[in-house]
């Protein structure tokens, strides 16, 4: 257990629609990272926030957005959906900014249909 | 911008053999190297890491990797493996920015 907590952990909608996903990082780490996963394009990584604020920009769609709250959960929010946004979708977090080191969580798993 | 090269993106092995994943990384001035492995259904699990120092790394289950810089590498390596290392493995890398990349990953199948 990593400690990292993701909901849902399964997911499934049409498109068009909109989802909200959800995360709680391990206790203490002020650092929370959103990546997508799937079969085509690998691990990409989507958004970076730290400490409530926005730390830095992947490839994510303008469809997409996150925000990190003061208790430092952070919601990765998925709008006007299509087929190809299938995927997993995992949240990681870390004590700085500025390491390698994350901690994972299980990821939800969104399917659109 | 960093980037990460995992040439096989299969590798079968029978238990008890040794086996490499093999990596590599563009060049950085600084650079840092994990391995992470993702076991079925579940998040990526920090295996190992690089960020200076001895160039032999040893991470948790038995595994270790050498960082090469004239060649750019980052190798991960078991001397025996289990049925139970049956896991996709990635390596990552962070430069000057500290952007983690990913490697498009290297399933590792350890047959019986």
């Known amino acids: 257990d990593s400690g990292v907590t993701q909901t849902p952990k399964h997911l499934i909608t049409a498109t068009g629609q909109r989802v909200t996903l959800r995360c709680s990082p391990r206790?203490?780490?002020?650092?929370v990272y959103w990546y997508q996963q799937s079969l085509d394009q690998g691990l990409q990584f989507l958004i970076q926030?730290?400490?409530?604020?926005?730390?830095a920009k992947g490839n994510i769609l303008e469809r997409f957005s996150a925000q990190q709250f003061p208790d430092l959960h952070s919601e990765l929010n998925l709008s006007s959906l299509e087929l190809g946004d299938s995927a997993l979708y995992f949240c990681?977090?870390?004590?700085?900014?500025?390491?390698?080191?994350?901690?994972f969580g299980e990821g939800s798993r969104l399917t659109v249909l | 911008a960093q980037s990460v090269t995992q040439l096989d993106s299969q590798v079968p092995v029978f238990e008890e053999a040794p086996v490499e994943l093999r990596c590599n990384y563009s060049?950085?001035?600084?650079?840092?190297l994990f391995w992470y492995v993702q076991y079925p259904n579940q998040g990526l699990q920090l295996l190992l890491k690089?960020?200076?120092?001895?160039?032999l790394v040893k991470g948790i289950n038995g595994f270790e990797a050498e960082f090469n810089k004239s060649q750019t590498s980052f190798h991960l390596r078991k001397p025996s493996v289990h049925i139970s290392d049956t896991a996709e493995y990635f390596c990552?890398?962070?430069?000057?920015?500290?952007?983690?990349?990913f490697g498009s990953g290297t399933q590792l199948t350890v047959l019986p």
């Open positions: 990681a977090s870390s004590v700085s900014p500025n390491t390698g080191e994350l901690f």
């Open positions: 206790s203490g780490d002020l650092s």
């Open positions: 926030y730290y400490n409530g604020e926005e730390r």
């Open positions: 060049s950085s001035v600084s650079v840092y």
């Open positions: 690089y960020l200076s120092g001895s160039t």
């Open positions: 990552a890398s962070s430069g000057s920015a500290r952007q983690l990349t």
